[in-house]
């Protein structure tokens, strides 16, 4: 059963962090001689696994762009105007891109820094590290490092835009819910991802989507973007209308991937 149980965890963790199961092998390993005579307890554990998986860490930002990957920002600067909309995306290792979607990014959040000064645009779940074609769950398509999710830009119910703020507490959930006779899977009772996660609403706050914002990043990725590389992006088609934006890179991903009402799908060729 112990045997099990760390298989579990190695797997669980490589899943969520790609080198958390690493860190985990490498502290069962560890955990005998360095507690070796003293008191054994989880705490001595979780100290040893942290430390591993902190440097393991640290040393993937150096690794990294030998597999074509470099790490975003996780922090707005002057330098660039955007950041994470949760640390967690980086401690997680999930904030990996190829050098052109990285330039996409800084660029996109220049330009909308410059329009609307004082607009962060916010990112959610980029890419492992390590490996093309190694999953990025529960993605179907994140595992090259030239896919990328934004969150829309917000505001207060007074028109206020929030800098740094998304309704949901994690970027993702907050749905643009489809007018009648506007959603695209209508009766959809085969296999899907498209959740409503009902029970995922009371997390949610009473910050509204702004437009201006959401809208004028979707006309640039499709113009300047486009120029530097970006193929295609995915968006609810009636949110796309409400947006008022026509590109046919803006496209809608199907009945049975995830929603896209709730974030931007951007990915690089």
């Known amino acids: 059963m112990r045997v099990v149980l760390h298989i579990l965890c190695v797997t669980f963790l490589t899943v969520l962090t790609q080198i958390g199961g690493a860190a985990y092998i490498l502290t069962l390993l560890l955990y005998r001689r360095l507690v070796k005579g003293q008191r054994r307890g989880i705490t001595s554990c979780l100290v040893i696994f942290l430390l591993l998986y902190g440097s393991l860490s640290v040393a993937t930002r150096f690794i990294a762009p030998y597999f074509g990957r470099v790490p975003l920002a996780c922090i707005s600067s002057n330098e660039h105007h955007y950041s994470f909309q949760s640390p967690l995306y980086c401690l997680l290792n999930r904030h990996y891109v190829t050098e052109d979607l990285e330039a996409v990014i800084s660029d996109l959040s220049h330009h909308m820094n410059k329009r609307y000064p004082g607009t962060r645009t916010l990112l959610l779940d980029a890419n492992f590290p390590f490996w093309n074609g190694f999953p990025l769950l529960p993605h179907l398509s994140h595992n090259d490092g030239r896919k990328i999710d934004l969150a829309f830009y917000y505001q207060t119910r007074e028109g206020d835009y929030a800098p740094g703020k998304t309704k949901s507490p994690i970027g993702y959930f907050a749905f643009e819910e489809p007018g009648k006779g506007e959603d695209a899977c209508p009766n959809q009772d085969r296999f899907t991802m ?37 193929t295609k992006i995915f968006l609810e088609p009636h949110l796309k209308r409400k947006l008022g934006v026509k590109s046919r890179d803006i496209r809608f991903q199907g009945c049975f991937a995830a929603r896209h009402d709730d974030h931007i799908h951007l990915q690089v060729q």
Do not use: C, H, S, Y
């Open 194 to 230: 498209r959740w409503d996660m009902a029970w995922f609403r009371p997390l949610l706050n009473d910050l509204t989507i702004n437009m201006d914002r959401t809208a004028a990043a979707l006309k640039w990725l499709t113009v300047e973007g486009k120029q530097a590389g970006v």
